[in-house]
Every structure is written in structure tokens, then in C-alpha cells.
């Protein structure tokens, strides 16, 4: 066995060694030069020559060059220098095997311990060949693998825990026919541009923030998935070995310079609307290390009001308690001697009510070194007779990271019985700040839950649907990130948050609140520093177009107000949907600048239905809405029914909707948004719309009827009627408010020889009770009759002729003196006239208009007046249409 062993040893290290060439020599076809083995012996060449001479390299392998030889090029012509490197250069794995010879287009390195050990690298031709992503995948049998380096991946998770329209990093996705599994990566606070340049174009960092993220899934039976999902975000400090960082973030560069000076506490009212049951503070104390130290680090004390040993901050008030850390004075418990060796600062406060803590410090800044309050504790629901009394002590720390974990369970169509669910704990770190300590730091740490629940059971012709939910208040997807100097900006939400859950009501490719960004640009719309999306317009997109349906044309005047256009487009009032908020705004057009989680933040309730359906396309709906917010006494608590019928009847070219919404609500919940407005002289823009709180207590009926008829006399109408009842005595500072609409119209397009004419009517009547007793009532009619006349000239040039008269009634009898808003009576008139020349040229659609429009305006006690638009417009297309 001893003989053996050397035997045995030299076999493996002869074989050791042939890998790298064989493997090369597989991979490429022919003996591979580049495989790694060192500069060799040759001892044919060896000679006791004092003359220097060189063996045969580069210049000789590819011109024939000797050192030694005389260079005459009359017969043959001299052969410029190439770059060798023309297919790129040899690379080499970690254990010395021969991968390719090429370019190096990605790389993210990271170096423990090391300073600026964060490095990722993305090669000119990461842009340019590739597009700014790079997929590597595979596949045997069931089992498919898929890794993505890029910018700009569409990523989700879960809806509570991670999904971005445009996430940069590394997604990996495994999946068989059982279990899937996502791991993503990234380094969040800077995932580096495009280098411009073929060498360097490295972007280090020795402090960063890096964000992990893990989903598997599983199949159970046939009908269930069961899902896991792990997020975290941590600072990260190269400088350390490795296992010195922690997934809880570290802190380091300049958010651990210097030393904890000072520290100011502030409480406030967590309810300051409601201007009751402000936050009572009875008491305090401070803990240095564990000991305690209020008589030494006494706080100066401002703000709120004393009462009977209590201090109270009620509605905007605030008391700040502010503690110079340097007054700090060892005492016989003490194992310091000076502040600079606080490892850990602990606050007690005695508190009552419905109260917010906040703390901050000399360490916890913006650009300008102003003090920036973060959020520490919180009191539960909105009490207001101090039975809430309680001793709460927190540590004082700078954030360093965020994780959520969570579990998802998916039920699909078990006799008609769907279920979907999603449990999730989020944690929130912060550390204590001290140049002497880099590892080990103090650790403090929130928590918050976040779970729904939805459950369908459908038996024809019912469904029964009911939807759980409650997401903390302090629940958080954000993470702070550093600059490229390593510093945090606390108050600068746009350059330093990460965001796990992007703000995306429009669902298209841009979040749209305005984040940091280092990644790829494909629209117009984006900017060059911070990403945002500069128009969102949720549910009025039907044709994703990524411009409004109220303005296709992309002007500056909405579609409904446009002549001739007008006609195809209705005002937004005339259109029916669920508002199951009660803030007046139409559910799938609103617009926030919150996460997108399933539902809203600090809010827990049910909503329940139960369905009938009475015939095909004519249903019925019963419900109960219950929802309040977890910190106040607010609720939304609604009743509604809810029915839908369609009918049509095909041979007569008709059709009739009928839809009809009671409900009684109570809800006193603001839900202010902002809601896309095409207002005249821009080209959309997102308004901030504040709830007025008009369905506090109150009976809702929302009717909408729509025709269609398109035999013999083709017309449309629409009616929709709207009104509020208040119910309650009490005084609401809202009124009775109504809102009835009827929308009629109809083309009836003829030829007479060569000639087109399109006639075309419309009608509007609105009259409107708006919810505040200051607001103007209205009620108007408007009148629109128009001639389009088309003549072909030949296949490729038409001239459009039009006129469009308008009358505007207001149908309020004319106050004294007039109030802002109202409209006097007056008419329009338009002419316009259009050449269009459609052609190839260049393989391009070309269309090329000409034309000019004339408006004239004459309003009673207006003078009257007129504008011209003359217009030569040419359109460049892939005649596609």
C-alpha cells in the first residue's frame, strides 16, 4: 500500500496538469496557446553564447521577422503591425482554465478585506452589442436555468416584498416542474454606468449598500404553490474581513466618523387633525452603556404645554428633548471614562395618548448639517383618556439596513375555490455611530407586519369573494443608501431610498416617483440623474401608447375641448367606475406617491361580496366594506350593491348598458391623490386632488346608461347621475351634492360623386352640485355641429375641408355680481382646410399636411375674437398601419 501511494500521488499530478490544456484544446478545436502553464524550458536552445540573441516570438510567428536578419521589401511588401488582440484577449477562470478569448464585458468584484473592494466594471460593448443586458441560460429536460446581468429588468417577487419596473443587477431564475427559485443581486447605492473608455471605467467603492433577494416556490398537489421570499439591504464596508459584516448593515466612512454629540428628542401628536388627545410626556431618563445618567445628561426641555407634572403636545405642537452627550460624567457603574467610548445610547420617555417619538442628532443630517428627525415609536390607534400609559425605551441609531421575510400560499380553481395570501415581517436596523468601534456596532431594531388574504369560491351562477388586510403603518420597503463620498442625506428621499416596491400606478416601464438611477435610458420622458416617470396617467392609456386617450394627438389642448376631434372624445365626468374610497376620483385613475402594495399602508379591514348572475352579461352584487387606520379612529365602512347588464341586439346593429351603484357610507379616511388633468395650455399634468371628506355619512347612487345604435340613423348617448345624501346631523362643512350628465351624438357619412361629407352632431349637458357649500353650482349645455368635406385628388393627395359651429348655454339664471368661474352664453365657429400628401420615400411612410385653422370666440359682455393656426407638418412612418 506504501508503494502505492507515490504511484498513485504522481498519476494525479500528471493529470492535474493536463486539464487546462485538454479542456482548452476541447473547447476550441486546436491546440490552444493561451492555456496557462508558465514560461518554459527549451534546452536545445541552451548555449554558452556571450552574444544576445532572442528566441523566435510574435514578429516572427506572424511576419517572418528574424533580429538577426537584413529587411529588404523590393519583392515583398511590407506588412503593416495588426493588433494581435483584434478577437480580444485571453481570459482565465479562478483555477487557471482557459475560457475564451474575447472581451470582458461585466464584472463585479468584491474584495475582503480591501479599500474600494466594491468594483463593477460594464464594457463599452455592454451598451452597444448587447443592449445593456446579458442572458445566460440553460436547460435539460425539466430543468431550466436563466442568469441576467443588465439594467432595466422587470423584477418581482411578491406584491409586498419586491417588484420594479426597471431593477439593475443580477436576477438568477432556476425552475422544474415542481419548484422555482430566484436569487437577484445588486449593489444599490451606485450599480455603475457604461464605461466610456475600453480600459478602466471600474466604479469602487469601500462603502456601499448591497440588496439581496431570494424567492422559492414550490408546487404542492395541483392546485397549491407555496412561496418563501427573502429581501435584504445592508451598508457593507470593505475594509473588514468579510465575516465582519453583518446582514444588518454596518456603519462606516463618514456615517461613522467622528462621535454622537448631541441628541434631540421630539414628540408630537400623532394625530394632529383631529386637534384632541394629544401625546402626554410625564417623564424621562437616558442610559449610557446600560447605565443610567439623567441626572448628569439632563435635556433642555421646549415646547408643548404643562399640565398637572405632564407636558402636552397637541395638534402641531412639539416637545423636544435635546441631550448633550459631551456633559457625560463616569460615574461608579461606568466602565468609560469619556463620551467618545459610548458604545450604545438608550432614551426612556413615560408616555400617554396618541404620541410619536422621533429622534435625531449631530450625526443624523441633510447636505447643510440640519438635523433630520427619523421616526422611533409610535402609539397604537388614537387614544385619548391616557389609558395607554406605559414606560417605552429605545436605542438611538443611524439606519444600516432593511429585510423582509415573508410566505405566500396560492390555491387556484379547486371547484371553483381560489385563494391567495401573502404574509410578511419586516425588520429595520439601525446602529450606534462611533469612529472607535467599525464592527460589533449596537444594534437596535423595528419591526412591522404586512398580510392579505383573498378568497374566491365561484358555483354558477354565484361568487362569493372576501379580501383581509392589514399593513403596519411603519411598514417599510425603503432603504437608505450612501453617495459616492459614503454619506446619507436623511431628508433626500430622491438620492439616498432604495426602493424594494416601486411607487408604478401607470404600470408602464418608469416608476414614478423620482429615484436615483445609473441604469439604461429608452424613453424621452426620462431624465439623466434621477429616474422619473414625467406622465402618469393610470387607466386612461387603453391603447399603451404611452400618451393620453384624452390627448392622442400629444398637443397642448385635451381631445374633449379640441375641435373636431371633440367629437370622438367625452369629458372625463361622463365615465363610470368604482370609487371604492369615496374620495370622488374614479379608483383605477388615481395616482399616489406610495409603494405599490396591494393596499394602502397603515390600514386594516375586510371587504365581501357576493355575486349573482342573473343571466349572461347581467349581474348582481351585494358587499360590506370595513376598513380603519391603524393609528386614528378613522374608518370607511360602506354597503353597496352593484348592478351590470349588457344587452345587444345584433341584427338591429344595438346595444344598451345599464349599470347601477347604491351604497351608504360613513367614511371619514382622506384619501388625497393626484389624478392626470389635461389642462388647457400644457399637455397633461398631475394634480394634487384633496379628498373633501364628502361620504362621512351619507346614501351614494351612481347610474350610468350608454346606447349605441348604428342602422339607420347611427347615434351614441350616454347619462350618468350621481348624487350624495347626508345623512347625519352633524355639521360636515359639505353640502348635498349631484352630478347629471347626458352625452348625445351621431355621424352620418355620405358621398356625393368624388367628394366625402362627414355631418356630424354632439350635445352635452351637465349640471353639477359640487360637495363645498363655496364652490360654484353649474349647469350648461353645449352644442356642437360640424361638415367635413373630403376630395381625393388623386392616390396620393386628398384636400380636407371643415366647419364646426359651437353654442355654449349656461342654463343658471346670470347672478349679480358675477362670481370667478361662471361662463356667460357665446358661440364658436371654426374653419380649417387641410392638404395631405402620403408617399414612400426612402422606404420611410411619409405624410405631409398642410392647412391652416381659424377660430373665432363671441361670448356675451366679451368682445369677440379670433386666432389663426397655419401648420406644415411632415410625418415619417414604417407604413405599418
Not at 143 to 166: C, E, N, Q, W, Y
Not at 193 to 208: H, I, M, N, Q, R
Not at 223 to 228: D, E
Not at 828 to 837: E, H
Request: glycine share 8%; hydrophobic share 35%; with cysteine.
Amino acid at each position: 500500500m506504501r508503494r502505492r501511494a507515490p504511484i498513485l500521488l504522481g498519476c494525479l499530478a500528471i493529470l492535474l496538469q493536463s486539464v487546462p490544456q485538454a479542456g482548452a484544446q476541447r473547447a476550441t478545436g486546436f491546440e490552444n496557446p493561451y492555456y496557462t502553464s508558465g514560461t518554459t524550458v527549451a534546452p536545445a536552445t541552451l548555449v554558452p553564447s556571450v552574444r544576445k540573441w532572442y528566441l523566435p516570438q510574435r514578429l516572427y510567428t506572424l511576419y517572418d521577422w528574424r533580429q538577426e536578419t537584413y529587411s529588404n521589401y523590393a519583392r515583398d511588401n511590407y506588412q503593416r503591425y495588426n493588433n494581435v488582440f483584434l478577437e480580444g484577449s485571453p481570459f482565465y477562470d479562478v483555477y487557471g482554465n482557459y475560457i475564451t478569448q474575447g472581451w470582458q464585458i461585466y464584472d463585479w468584484t468584491e474584495d475582503y478585506p480591501s479599500n474600494n473592494g466594491s468594483s463593477i466594471t460594464k464594457n463599452p460593448r455592454f451598451r452597444s452589442w448587447f443592449n445593456n443586458i446579458l442572458i445566460s441560460s440553460s436547460h435539460a429536460g425539466q430543468f431550466h436555468s436563466s442568469l441576467m446581468v443588465g439594467d432595466g429588468i422587470r423584477a418581482t417577487l411578491t406584491p409586498l416584498t419586491f417588484s420594479k419596473p426597471r431593477f439593475d443587477g443580477v436576477q438568477w431564475d432556476i425552475q422544474t416542474d415542481k419548484y422555482a427559485l430566484t436569487l437577484l443581486s445588486s449593489r444599490i447605492n451606485n450599480t455603475a454606468e457604461v464605461s466610456d473608455t475600453e480600459l478602466g471605467g471600474a466604479v469602487p467603492f469601500g462603502t456601499f449598500t448591497n440588496m439581496y433577494g431570494a424567492r422559492g416556490q414550490a408546487q404542492i398537489g395541483d392546485f397549491a404553490r407555496l412561496g418563501v421570499t427573502f429581501v435584504n439591504a445592508a451598508h457593507r464596508n470593505t475594509e473588514l474581513p468579510f465575516g465582519d459584516n453583518s446582514l444588518s448593515g454596518l456603519l462606516s466612512g463618514p456615517m461613522n466618523t467622528d462621535f454622537v454629540r448631541s441628541v434631540v428628542v421630539r414628540v408630537t401628536d400623532d394625530s394632529p387633525e383631529d386637534g384632541e388627545g394629544g401625546a402626554l410626556l410625564s417623564r424621562w431618563r437616558i442610559f449610557i452603556n446600560g447605565v443610567e445618567h439623567t441626572d448628569d445628561i439632563s435635556p433642555t426641555v421646549e415646547g408643548g404645554v404643562r399640565r398637572r407634572g405632564v407636558i402636552e403636545a397637541s395638534g402641531t405642537d412639539a416637545i423636544t428633548l435635546t441631550y448633550n452627550i459631551e456633559d457625560f460624567s463616569p460615574s461608579v457603574d461606568d466602565e468609560i471614562t469619556d463620551f467618545r467610548e459610548i458604545e450604545l445610547i438608550e432614551v426612556g420617555l413615560v408616555l400617554a395618548n396618541d404620541y410619536r417619538v422621533e429622534v435625531t442628532s449631530n450625526k443624523q443630517t441633510n447636505n447643510l448639517g440640519t438635523p433630520v428627525y427619523l421616526p422611533v415609536l409610535r402609539a397604537s390607534g388614537n387614544v385619548q383618556d391616557g389609558s395607554n400609559q406605559a414606560f417605552h425605551k429605545f436605542r438611538y441609531g443611524l439606519p444600516t439596513g432593511n429585510r423582509v421575510v415573508g410566505f405566500d400560499l396560492q390555491i387556484t380553481d379547486v371547484g371553483g375555490f381560489e385563494l391567495r395570501g401573502e404574509y410578511v415581517r419586516n425588520f429595520q436596523y439601525r446602529r450606534f455611530p462611533n469612529e472607535n468601534i467599525t464592527k460589533g456596532q449596537a444594534l437596535a431594531t423595528n419591526k412591522a407586519d404586512a398580510f392579505y388574504l383573498t378568497a374566491q369560491q365561484r358555483a354558477y351562477p354565484w361568487t362569493i369573494f372576501a379580501e383581509a388586510f392589514s399593513i403596519d403603518t411603519d411598514y417599510s420597503t425603503s432603504a437608505f443608501i450612501p453617495n459616492s463620498e459614503g454619506e446619507v442625506f436623511y431628508d433626500n428621499e430622491n438620492r439616498h431610498l432604495y426602493e424594494f416596491v416601486d411607487d408604478n400606478d401607470d404600470q408602464d416601464e418608469l416608476p414614478d416617483w423620482s429615484r436615483l438611477y445609473f441604469g439604461s435610458r429608452v424613453n424621452t420622458r426620462q431624465g439623466t440623474g434621477l429616474l422619473a416617470d414625467n406622465a402618469v396617467f393610470p387607466g386612461i392609456d387603453e391603447n399603451n401608447d404611452d400618451i393620453s386617450d384624452f390627448n392622442r394627438n400629444f398637443n397642448s389642448q385635451p381631445d374633449y375641448t379640441e375641435p373636431f376631434i371633440r367629437f370622438d372624445v367625452d369629458p372625463p365626468e361622463f365615465l363610470f367606475g368604482m370609487d371604492m374610497n369615496s374620495n370622488g376620483v374614479i379608483d383605477r385613475f388615481e395616482d399616489d406617491n406610495e409603494a405599490d402594495y396591494p393596499y394602502k399602508r397603515g390600514r386594516r379591514g375586510y371587504n365581501t361580496y357576493a355575486g349573482l348572475e342573473i343571466r349572461p352579461e347581467f349581474n348582481l352584487m351585494f358587499g360590506r366594506l370595513d376598513q380603519r387606520l391603524l393609528r386614528t379612529d378613522r374608518e370607511n365602512q360602506s354597503t353597496y350593491m352593484l348592478l351590470t347588464a349588457k344587452h345587444e341586439i345584433p341584427e338591429q346593429e344595438f346595444s344598451i348598458s345599464v349599470i347601477t351603484h347604491p351604497r351608504k357610507i360613513k367614511d371619514d379616511i382622506p384619501d388625497d391623490v393626484l389624478l392626470w388633468t389635461e389642462q388647457p395650455g400644457t399637455r397633461g399634468l398631475a394634480v394634487f386632488t384633496r379628498d373633501p371628506l364628502a361620504a362621512q355619512d351619507v346614501f351614494v347612487n351612481t347610474s350610468y346608461l350608454e346606447v349605441h345604435y348604428d342602422r339607420y340613423l347611427p347615434f351614441t348617448a350616454k347619462v350618468k347621475h350621481e348624487f350624495y345624501n347626508q345623512l347625519g346631523d352633524e355639521d360636515t362643512g359639505v353640502r348635498d351634492q349631484s352630478f347629471f350628465g347626458v352625452m348625445t351624438k351621431g355621424e352620418y357619412p355620405f358621398d356625393i360623386e368624388r367628394f366625402t361629407l362627414l355631418p356630424r352632431w354632439k350635445q352635452l349637458y351637465s349640471s353639477r352640485t359640487p360637495p363645498v357649500v363655496s364652490t360654484l353650482k353649474t349647469q350648461e349645455l353645449t352644442e356642437i355641429l360640424s361638415l367635413q368635406v373630403i376630395r381625393p385628388v388623386n392616390k396620393n393627395i386628398a384636400f380636407i375641408a371643415g366647419a364646426e359651429y359651437e353654442i355654449f348655454s349656461n342654463l343658471r339664471e346670470k347672478p349679480d355680481p358675477l362670481p370667478s368661474g361662471y361662463l356667460l352664453d357665446g358661440n364658436t365657429w371654426i374653419l380649417a382646410g387641410q392638404v395631405a400628401n402620403r408617399s414612400a420615400y426612402l422606404g420611410y411612410d411619409l405624410t405631409t399636411n398642410v392647412g391652416v385653422r381659424w377660430i373665432r370666440r363671441d361670448f356675451d359682455a366679451s368682445p369677440a375674437s379670433s386666432e389663426l393656426l397655419s401648420f406644415i407638418t411632415v410625418f415619417a412612418g414604417l407604413g405599418t398601419d
